[in-house]
């Protein structure tokens, strides 16, 4: 896990800077593993998150908005009650360790001041955030209740006495000097990482094996060196935060070397933090509730693809048809040449130029009536199912593409985008509707809003609800609708008759990447005013059809939707 004892040192005394003596304006908890809390401190606002999920624990600023529920969770009330409006007094690390306290200093009921500290323990699916009274030491709350009976050496509940996690037998690499280090390795044993990792507090394997890197043959010299280097740049915050290809990504607040060569730097910790994790935990936890959705998609998807199969080659035996119609005619007309027993009857083919002869098989138990009612039989047989497969293949057709793009949706698609999704398909059938459901208020879509530079507003949709309210609803005649051509994707409009070029390009992009194409380049996409655009009677939800369109060919990338994303 890149986020280790060093990160937390850098980014507790960037907090400290940025954050003492703020007082606590807002706080939210918009999931259950994550908080986040507005602190004014010098006349700005400043978003904290504060994340235990499994595998994006972390503390740092954010620029990204949350979705907050509509009843606060237990927790935050908590921690409304006892912290709004309460000053930041210190931040502090214990020790290298992945453990920070928020100490605060508010007033209680009757007015009184007392203090409190808000816990985080940064431990991947064991980490915890807690609020605790420093005067009893005991846990007023936590997000996430460990009773004894899962953890033996200490009980996470409210009433308990807090204690810390179990310590290791490791060195602090800011307290001991080069030569304590030296003394704790063993240059016979090899695998150097593993035993920086295990000698050192806070010291992950990402970095313990930059510091075998600069170490090159590994002598005693050179690791002393390469130490005193790195404690010189922890204790001076000599950071360089960057995020680096190493090929998957990986981040740290200490130069790595290793991959110098792949990497974007930051100007504060905060920043790469929150570039590194946007929309990591929100990817993730769409993708825990729309795992079943998907899995259902995917398998209608694979049975309408079957369908297909199977229509185009009943199409194929269909177009023998007229062979069985040409085999009736011959046969009546040259009956006299036949009778019950034949295998086969050749004859003149009349519908030939050149009227070679044909071979026509038999059924040698049937008389030459019969076999050429049999052929007539068949020629209309065929003839009906091609009419009837033809139809079918439109509709089946129609299917695919609209699971395609229901797939689609969902790998863009945020958590109330994916409860839209499963209501929409409870409406075309496909779900059953639970049988106890409280009858909710109908809610109004709510496409995502973006604004170009020069001012002017662009709506997304992000499933067909959305597309659907926004294209026949929201937009006016005049504005200018977009969609990738031929590709499932959202329904973007830019609320504007005339938009400058800057800004369709701007919107081209964002429909180039809420799309199938989005890791494409040089991707279509189709404009035309909304007038042009029509939704056929009894097509399903978000498809439409349009003319008087244009075509743009853009390259889509996920810095446009945060550089126009509205706060």
């Keep these: 896990m890149p986020f280790d004892g060093i990160v937390t040192k850098a980014i507790t005394e960037e907090l400290q800077e940025q954050l003492i003596k703020g007082k606590l304006n807002k706080i939210h908890q918009p ?18 998150l504060l994340s235990i999920h499994p595998m994006y624990a972390r503390i740092h600023l954010t620029e990204d908005t949350y979705q907050n529920p509509k009843e606060p969770p237990m927790f935050c009330m908590v921690l409304r009650k006892h912290l709004s409006g309460a000053i930041l007094e210190s931040i502090e690390q214990i020790s290298m ?16 001041i007392s203090y409190k500290t808000l ?112 404690q010189e740049k922890i204790t001076k915050q000599k950071y360089e935060p960057a995020i680096y290809q190493t090929p998957k990504e990986d981040f740290h607040v200490l130069p790595i070397t290793a991959f110098n060569q792949c990497k974007t730097d930051f100007s504060s910790i905060s920043n790469m933090l929150d570039s590194f994790y946007s929309g990591k935990a929100e990817r993730d936890r769409v993708n825990q509730q729309a795992r079943d959705l998907s899995r259902f998609i995917k398998n209608e998807l694979d049975k309408n693809e079957r369908k297909m199969k199977k229509h185009n080659q009943t199409l194929q035996k269909a177009k023998n048809a007229t062979k069985y119609q ?5 046969l009546t007309a040259h009956m006299h040449l036949a009778s019950k027993g034949d295998k086969t ?50 509709k089946t057709k129609a299917e695919i593409a609209y699971f395609e793009q229901l797939l689609q949706q969902i790998d863009s698609a945020r958590v109330e985008d994916v409860e839209e999704i499963r209501d929409e398909l409870r409406d075309e059938g496909y779900l059953k509707r639970r049988r106890k459901q409280n009858k909710k208020k109908t809610i109004k879509p709510k496409p995502e809003m973006y604004q170009s530079a020069g001012g002017e507003i662009i709506l997304v949709g992000k499933n067909n609800r959305q597309n659907e309210y926004l294209t026949m609803k929201i937009a006016h005649r005049d504005d200018v609708w977009l969609h990738t051509k031929d590709i499932p ?26 799309s199938k194409a989005k890791d494409s380049s040089s991707v279509p996409v189709d404009y035309t005013n909304i007038r042009h655009v029509r939704k056929p009677n009894g097509a399903k939800p978000g498809f439409v059809t349009y003319d008087n369109q244009k075509t743009l060919f853009v390259t889509p990338s996920e810095s446009i939707v945060k550089q126009l994303k509205t706060k």
């Design 119 to 230: 816990v985080v323990e940064i431990m991947g699916r064991h980490s915890h955030t807690m609020l605790i009274d420093p005067e009893t030491n005991n846990i007023i709350d936590t997000m996430k209740h460990i009773p004894m009976s899962q953890n033996r050496y200490r009980t996470i509940m409210p009433g308990s006495k807090y204690k810390l996690p179990p310590q290791q037998d490791k060195l602090n690499p800011l307290e001991i000097d080069d030569e304590s280090f030296i003394k704790r390795l063993d240059f016979n044993g090899g695998k150097m990482e593993r035993q920086i990792v295990g000698q050192l507090t806070g010291v992950s394997p990402f970095i313990a094996k930059e510091l075998v890197f600069q170490a090159g043959l590994g002598s005693s010299d050179n690791f002393r060196n390469v130490f005193q280097t790195f």
């Design 97 to 112: 360790e992945r453990i920070i306290l928020f100490k605060f200093r508010a007033r209680n009921e009757i007015g009184d």
């Design 31 to 48: 999931t259950n593993t994550e908080l986040v809390l507005t602190i004014r401190n010098n006349r700005e606002n400043h978003v904290l």
């Design 489 to 514: 994707g959202s329904h973007v409009v830019i609320r504007s008759k005339n938009p400058s070029e800057k800004t369709l390009i701007d919107a081209a992009k964002l429909a180039a990447y809420f």
């Design 345 to 394: 009857i050749t004859v003149v083919d009349y519908y030939d130029p050149e009227q070679k002869e044909l071979t026509i098989p038999l059924d040698p138990n049937k008389t030459p009536n019969e076999n050429a009612q049999n052929f007539f039989k068949r020629y209309r047989k065929l003839s009906t199912s091609k009419k009837v497969i033809e139809k079918e293949m439109i």
């Design 326 to 330: 040409k085999y009736g005619e011959l």
